[in-house]
Protein backbone atom coordinates (compact mmCIF):
# COMPACT_ATOMS: atom_id res chain seq x y z
CA UNK A 1 0.00 0.00 0.00
CA UNK A 2 1.24 3.49 -1.00
CA UNK A 3 2.31 5.20 2.59
CA UNK A 4 3.14 8.94 3.17
CA UNK A 5 6.16 10.53 1.29
CA UNK A 6 8.37 13.12 2.63
CA UNK A 7 11.61 14.59 0.40
CA UNK A 8 13.89 14.88 0.88
CA UNK A 9 14.97 12.59 3.31
CA UNK A 10 17.81 14.33 4.75
CA UNK A 11 19.08 17.99 4.61
CA UNK A 12 21.77 20.33 5.94
CA UNK A 13 21.48 23.55 6.08
CA UNK A 14 23.22 26.46 7.56
CA UNK A 15 22.48 29.08 10.33
CA UNK A 16 20.19 31.84 8.65
CA UNK A 17 19.63 29.97 5.53
CA UNK A 18 16.16 28.75 4.36
CA UNK A 19 14.90 25.03 3.40
CA UNK A 20 11.78 23.43 2.39
CA UNK A 21 10.37 19.81 3.16
CA UNK A 22 7.79 18.33 1.00
CA UNK A 23 5.23 16.41 1.84
CA UNK A 24 3.07 13.35 -0.57
CA UNK A 25 0.11 12.01 0.97
CA UNK A 26 -1.53 8.66 0.80
CA UNK A 27 -3.28 9.08 -2.29
CA UNK A 28 -7.23 10.44 -1.37
CA UNK A 29 -6.29 11.77 1.87
CA UNK A 30 -7.44 15.25 2.28
CA UNK A 31 -5.75 16.49 5.48
CA UNK A 32 -1.94 16.63 5.74
CA UNK A 33 -0.12 17.42 9.21
CA UNK A 34 3.42 18.40 10.32
CA UNK A 35 5.23 17.35 14.12
CA UNK A 36 9.02 18.13 14.79
CA UNK A 37 10.75 15.75 16.87
CA UNK A 38 14.23 17.19 18.56
CA UNK A 39 16.92 15.12 19.69
CA UNK A 40 15.51 12.89 22.59
CA UNK A 41 12.14 14.23 22.70
CA UNK A 42 8.61 12.52 21.37
CA UNK A 43 6.65 14.43 18.18
CA UNK A 44 5.12 17.76 19.04
CA UNK A 45 2.68 19.13 16.57
CA UNK A 46 3.35 22.04 14.46
CA UNK A 47 0.34 22.30 11.86
CA UNK A 48 -2.43 20.79 9.84
CA UNK A 49 -4.42 20.94 7.04
CA UNK A 50 -7.60 19.97 6.02
CA UNK A 51 -8.76 20.56 2.22
CA UNK A 52 -5.97 22.96 1.52
CA UNK A 53 -7.49 25.37 4.74
CA UNK A 54 -5.18 25.29 7.73
CA UNK A 55 -6.95 23.67 10.69
CA UNK A 56 -4.73 23.43 13.52
CA UNK A 57 -2.09 25.33 14.75
CA UNK A 58 0.54 24.09 17.38
CA UNK A 59 3.45 25.25 18.75
CA UNK A 60 4.79 26.23 14.76
CA UNK A 61 7.48 29.34 14.92
CA UNK A 62 7.30 32.45 13.07
CA UNK A 63 10.27 31.62 10.79
CA UNK A 64 8.13 28.56 10.08
CA UNK A 65 5.05 28.18 6.90
CA UNK A 66 3.35 25.93 5.40
CA UNK A 67 0.96 25.33 2.58
CA UNK A 68 -1.37 22.54 1.30
CA UNK A 69 -1.68 22.22 -3.02
CA UNK A 70 -4.33 21.49 -4.92
CA UNK A 71 -2.75 18.75 -5.43
CA UNK A 72 -2.84 18.08 -0.98
CA UNK A 73 0.78 17.66 -1.42
CA UNK A 74 2.09 20.34 1.68
CA UNK A 75 5.41 21.99 1.79
CA UNK A 76 7.11 23.59 5.41
CA UNK A 77 9.08 26.16 4.62
CA UNK A 78 11.81 27.53 7.38
CA UNK A 79 13.64 30.60 7.29
CA UNK A 80 16.29 31.99 9.48
CA UNK A 81 17.33 28.65 10.45
CA UNK A 82 18.95 27.91 14.21
CA UNK A 83 20.73 25.41 15.72
CA UNK A 84 17.59 24.62 17.42
CA UNK A 85 15.55 23.57 14.38
CA UNK A 86 17.73 20.80 13.93
CA UNK A 87 15.54 17.62 14.42
CA UNK A 88 13.38 14.98 12.51
CA UNK A 89 10.57 16.72 10.67
CA UNK A 90 7.61 13.98 10.32
CA UNK A 91 4.59 14.80 7.69
CA UNK A 92 1.43 12.54 8.41
CA UNK A 93 -1.90 12.17 6.67
CA UNK A 94 -5.21 11.32 7.09
CA UNK A 95 -9.02 11.03 5.26
CA UNK A 96 -10.85 13.57 7.16
CA UNK A 97 -13.81 11.40 8.08
CA UNK A 98 -12.54 8.15 8.90
CA UNK A 99 -12.08 8.82 12.44
CA UNK A 100 -8.80 10.15 12.59
CA UNK A 101 -6.02 7.96 12.00
CA UNK A 102 -2.71 9.85 10.87
CA UNK A 103 -0.59 7.64 8.77
CA UNK A 104 2.89 8.88 8.76
CA UNK A 105 5.67 9.51 6.81
CA UNK A 106 9.70 8.94 7.63
CA UNK A 107 10.76 11.90 8.01
CA UNK A 108 13.23 14.28 6.74
CA UNK A 109 16.36 14.94 9.17
CA UNK A 110 17.40 18.52 8.67
CA UNK A 111 20.41 19.53 10.35
CA UNK A 112 21.37 23.07 10.84
CA UNK A 113 25.12 23.72 11.36
CA UNK B 1 -7.08 16.83 25.48
CA UNK B 2 -7.10 14.91 28.22
CA UNK B 3 -3.87 13.43 29.94
CA UNK B 4 -2.32 10.04 29.96
CA UNK B 5 -0.23 8.59 32.26
CA UNK B 6 1.94 5.12 31.01
CA UNK B 7 4.96 3.26 32.54
CA UNK B 8 8.69 4.73 31.50
CA UNK B 9 9.62 1.23 30.57
CA UNK B 10 8.42 -2.03 30.17
CA UNK B 11 10.86 -5.61 29.51
CA UNK B 12 8.91 -8.69 27.58
CA UNK B 13 10.41 -11.98 26.62
CA UNK B 14 10.37 -12.75 23.04
CA UNK B 15 7.44 -14.81 21.95
CA UNK B 16 5.40 -14.06 25.17
CA UNK B 17 2.26 -11.18 25.66
CA UNK B 18 2.82 -7.90 25.81
CA UNK B 19 0.67 -5.96 27.90
CA UNK B 20 1.11 -1.93 28.09
CA UNK B 21 -1.09 -0.01 30.37
CA UNK B 22 -2.26 3.48 30.24
CA UNK B 23 -4.22 5.49 32.51
CA UNK B 24 -6.93 8.27 31.31
CA UNK B 25 -8.96 9.23 34.57
CA UNK B 26 -10.48 12.24 32.61
CA UNK B 27 -10.84 11.02 28.90
CA UNK B 28 -14.25 12.98 27.91
CA UNK B 29 -17.42 11.10 26.55
CA UNK B 30 -16.23 11.79 22.75
CA UNK B 31 -12.73 11.36 22.93
CA UNK B 32 -11.15 8.16 21.37
CA UNK B 33 -7.84 5.97 23.19
CA UNK B 34 -5.02 5.71 20.10
CA UNK B 35 -1.94 3.49 20.07
CA UNK B 36 0.65 4.81 18.24
CA UNK B 37 4.69 3.46 18.42
CA UNK B 38 7.87 4.54 17.52
CA UNK B 39 10.74 2.53 16.48
CA UNK B 40 13.95 4.25 16.79
CA UNK B 41 13.99 7.34 14.90
CA UNK B 42 11.24 5.93 12.31
CA UNK B 43 7.40 7.79 11.19
CA UNK B 44 5.35 7.62 14.43
CA UNK B 45 3.43 4.23 13.39
CA UNK B 46 -0.64 4.07 14.35
CA UNK B 47 -1.20 0.42 16.11
CA UNK B 48 -5.04 0.76 17.00
CA UNK B 49 -7.71 2.69 18.68
CA UNK B 50 -11.11 2.58 20.32
CA UNK B 51 -13.55 4.33 22.08
CA UNK B 52 -15.69 2.47 24.74
CA UNK B 53 -15.44 -1.31 23.10
CA UNK B 54 -12.58 -3.86 23.15
CA UNK B 55 -11.03 -3.91 19.52
CA UNK B 56 -8.80 -6.12 18.01
CA UNK B 57 -6.59 -6.17 14.81
CA UNK B 58 -3.81 -8.04 13.42
CA UNK B 59 -1.07 -6.06 15.12
CA UNK B 60 -2.65 -5.77 18.65
CA UNK B 61 -5.96 -5.92 20.65
CA UNK B 62 -7.09 -2.83 23.00
CA UNK B 63 -8.89 -3.47 26.21
CA UNK B 64 -10.59 -0.39 27.76
CA UNK B 65 -12.30 -0.77 31.09
CA UNK B 66 -15.95 -0.18 31.12
CA UNK B 67 -15.43 3.40 33.08
CA UNK B 68 -12.87 4.24 30.28
CA UNK B 69 -10.40 5.60 32.56
CA UNK B 70 -7.81 3.41 31.78
CA UNK B 71 -6.91 0.76 28.81
CA UNK B 72 -4.40 -2.02 27.88
CA UNK B 73 -2.67 -2.69 24.56
CA UNK B 74 -1.36 -6.44 24.22
CA UNK B 75 0.48 -7.74 21.95
CA UNK B 76 -0.08 -11.14 21.66
CA UNK B 77 3.15 -12.11 20.71
CA UNK B 78 6.30 -9.79 21.16
CA UNK B 79 9.11 -10.18 18.76
CA UNK B 80 12.05 -8.16 18.88
CA UNK B 81 10.81 -5.87 16.29
CA UNK B 82 8.50 -4.73 18.58
CA UNK B 83 10.92 -3.00 20.88
CA UNK B 84 9.46 0.61 20.38
CA UNK B 85 8.07 3.31 22.61
CA UNK B 86 4.49 2.75 22.89
CA UNK B 87 2.54 6.18 22.78
CA UNK B 88 -1.10 6.20 24.57
CA UNK B 89 -3.29 9.21 23.13
CA UNK B 90 -6.73 10.59 23.75
CA UNK B 91 -8.40 12.53 21.96
CA UNK B 92 -11.45 13.69 19.44
CA UNK B 93 -11.76 11.86 16.28
CA UNK B 94 -12.55 14.85 13.78
CA UNK B 95 -10.38 16.10 11.06
CA UNK B 96 -7.66 18.42 11.80
CA UNK B 97 -7.06 17.16 15.58
CA UNK B 98 -3.46 17.09 16.18
CA UNK B 99 -1.91 13.97 18.56
CA UNK B 100 0.05 15.19 21.69
CA UNK B 101 2.52 12.64 22.35
CA UNK B 102 3.24 11.98 25.71
CA UNK B 103 6.62 10.22 27.02
CA UNK B 104 5.60 7.29 26.20
CA UNK B 105 6.53 3.42 27.76
CA UNK B 106 9.71 2.24 26.24
CA UNK B 107 8.87 -1.58 25.83
CA UNK B 108 12.56 -3.36 25.55
CA UNK B 109 11.93 -7.22 23.80
CA UNK B 110 14.56 -9.73 25.23
CA UNK B 111 15.59 -12.59 23.76
Known amino acids: AAGVIQSPRHLIKEKRETATLKCYPIPRHDTVYWYQQGPGQDPQFLIS???????DKGSIPDRFSAQQFSDYHSELNMSSLELGDSALYFCASSLGDRGGEQYFGPGTRLTVT | DAKTTQPTSMDCAEGRAANLPCNHSTISGNEYVYWYRQIHSQGPQYIIH???NNETNEMASLIITEDRKSSTLILPHATLRDTAVYYCIVRVATYGQNFVFGPGTRLSVLP
Open chain 1, 49 to 55: FYEKMQS
Open chain 2, 50 to 52: GLK
